[in-house]
């Protein structure tokens, strides 16, 4: 069973906005840091954002500081990803990831979800 199911993909236009969540499953997260990776076409796997298990801090990969923001609800054991102005280069699949430290999700999370296709039309 995958533990992290991810929803909110899709196709929007360059400038426009997309929300994805990320859900557990079948067990609880709630003490573990939670984030998101991204792998476009032809590229590798890259750090997008995290969120601290309390969700007082966050970080982001430069590329998309300032116009993603990632938020948590430690009750509902989910996390989700607030995109705005995208452009071409946010096209990849998103990942939902957790682990338990910010340190180790923001290299290798142990825990992925299946990802979800976002694409960006010019």
């Known amino acids: 069973q995958v533990p992290l199911v991810e929803s909110g993909g899709g196709l929007v236009q360059a400038g426009g906005s997309l929300r994805l969540s990320c859900a557990a499953s079948?067990?609880?997260?709630?003490?573990?840091?939670m984030g998101w990776f991204r792998q476009a076409p032809g590229k590798e796997r890259e750090f997008v954002a995290a969120i601290t298990w309390s969700g007082s801090t966050t970080y982001y990969a430069d590329s998309v500081k300032g116009r993603f923001t990632i938020s948590r609800d430690t009750a509902k054991n989910t996390v989700d990803l607030q995109m705005n102005s995208l452009n071409p280069e946010d096209t990849a699949v998103y990942y939902c990831?957790?682990?338990?430290?910010?340190?180790?999700?923001?290299?290798?999370?142990?825990?992925w979800g299946q990802g979800t296709q976002v694409t960006v039309s010019s």
């Open positions: 990831t957790a682990a338990v430290s910010t340190t180790m999700l923001r290299s290798t999370p142990p825990y």
């Open positions: 079948g067990r609880t997260f709630s003490r573990y840091a």
